[in-house]
């Protein structure tokens, strides 16, 4: 069975950077796109990057254009997610996920990611 688990959250001032990691165990990892989402108290969840399984393919939410950046290494079964120039609205709970499909590209809709990682907070101050 294929798990995600997030790390690299925590507290950060506005402007400062994190960087997001999400180590897959199992041997379904390489073949499936993936995605970083987060949600926030009170909002719907959100695809915030999504790269699809060569990381060729790449989507960002117009909100984090130019200050995240998604990546992943396939050998490491690994996805990453560098935060540059934080805002306090980019606080929320950040989930690492796998589409269902395999072999299919990126996709914004948390609908079609079958495997979830547990979370992992990002908090960013003013």
């Known amino acids: 069975q294929v798990h995600f688990v997030e790390s690299g959250g925590g507290l950060a001032q506005a402007g400062g950077s994190l960087r997001l990691s999400c180590a897959a165990s199992g041997r379904e990892f390489s073949g499936y796109a993936t995605g970083w989402f987060r949600q926030a108290p009170g909002k719907e969840l959100e695809c915030v990057a999504a790269i699809s399984w060569t990381g060729s393919n790449i989507y960002y939410v117009d909100s984090v254009k130019g200050r995240f950046t998604i990546s992943r290494d396939n050998a490491k079964n690994s996805l990453y997610l560098q935060m540059n120039s934080l805002k306090p609205e980019d606080t929320a709970v950040y989930y690492c996920?796998?589409?269902?499909?395999?072999?299919?590209?990126?996709?914004?809709?948390?609908?079609?990611?079958?495997?979830w990682g547990q979370g992992t907070q990002v908090t960013v101050s003013s």
């Open positions: 996920a796998r589409r269902s499909a395999y072999g299919s590209s990126w996709s914004k809709e948390h609908r079609d990611y079958n495997v």
